[in-house]
T-cell receptor, first 116, second 106 residues
Framework: KAGVTQTPRYLIKTRGQQVTLSCSPISGHRSVSWYQQTPGQGLQFLFEYFSETQRNKGNFPGRFSGRQFSNSRSEMNVSTLELGDSALYLC???????????????FGSGTQLSVL | KNEVEQSPQNLTAQEGEFITINCSYSVGISALHWLQQHPGGGIVSLFMLSSGKKKHGRLIATINIQEKHSSLHITASHPRDSAVYICATLGGQFYFGTGTSLTVIP
């Protein structure tokens, strides 16, 4: 069974640009959540989607957005990139929303975003 | 104040030692996860707890809901256990501890 796939693995952008990251969950998983990891702040929750609906959102500015498609694949978008957006972006999938039903999370390897 | 506090931040142990990592939280939760992250970024969910105790091989995780505290124990530690261990609370919002960096020396 294939794991959670994130693309691209590495990305370099410049300030002001926008970026779209992709996450394909494990087959059958309908919940996808996104996280930002930086050396200074550690792991922080961005948002969670289930059946194409955003269920929870972390404390990030509106420049960070996401969506989920009918096949459960998810994308996150960051507009008007800032230097501080440089981070490892991780997604995780589960059968059902992690917070509601205590489902185990399965993480992708992440996308390392560098903003110059 | 962080919603989730972990201790210690760094831990070095000799192979074979018993290791304990602690996690205290201040928010209401439906579950607490223990995560393991190896160099390179990959994160593995080790345990998901809502009460009591769980065991998997040499790893044991406990949670005390009343005291809002969880512990991860590693018995007979091995160099391959070297990783960052992170506790995370799930309950609507998701909060993460800052992680414990464990190094097990042969």
């Amino acid at each position: 069974k294939a794991g959670v796939t994130q693309t691209p693995r590495y990305l370099i952008k410049t300030r002001g640009q926008q970026v779209t990251l992709s996450c394909s969950p494990i087959s059958g998983h309908r919940s996808v959540s996104w996280y930002q990891q930086t050396p200074g702040q550690g792991l922080q929750f961005l948002f969670e989607y289930f059946s194409e609906t955003q269920r929870n959102k972390g404390n990030f500015p509106g420049r960070f957005s996401g969506r989920q498609f009918s096949n459960s694949r998810s994308e996150m978008n960051v507009s008007t990139l800032e230097l501080g957006d440089s981070a490892l972006y991780l997604c995780a999938s589960s059968l059902a929303p992690g917070g509601a039903t205590n489902e185990k999370l399965f993480f992708g390897s992440g996308t390392q975003l560098s903003v110059l | 104040k962080n919603e989730v506090e972990q201790s210690p931040q760094n831990l070095t142990a000799q192979e074979g030692e018993f290791i304990t990592i602690n996690c205290s939280y201040s928010v209401g939760i439906s579950a607490l996860h223990w995560l393991q992250q190896h160099p390179g970024g990959g994160i593995v969910s080790l345990f998901m707890l809502s009460s009591g105790k769980k065991k998997h091989g040499r790893l044991i995780a406990t949670i005390n809901i009343q005291e809002k505290h969880s512990s991860l124990h590693i018995t007979a530690s091995h160099p391959r256990d070297s990783a960052v261990y992170i506790c995370a609370t799930l309950g609507g919002q998701f909060y993460f501890g800052t992680g414990t960096s464990l190094t097990v020396i042969p």
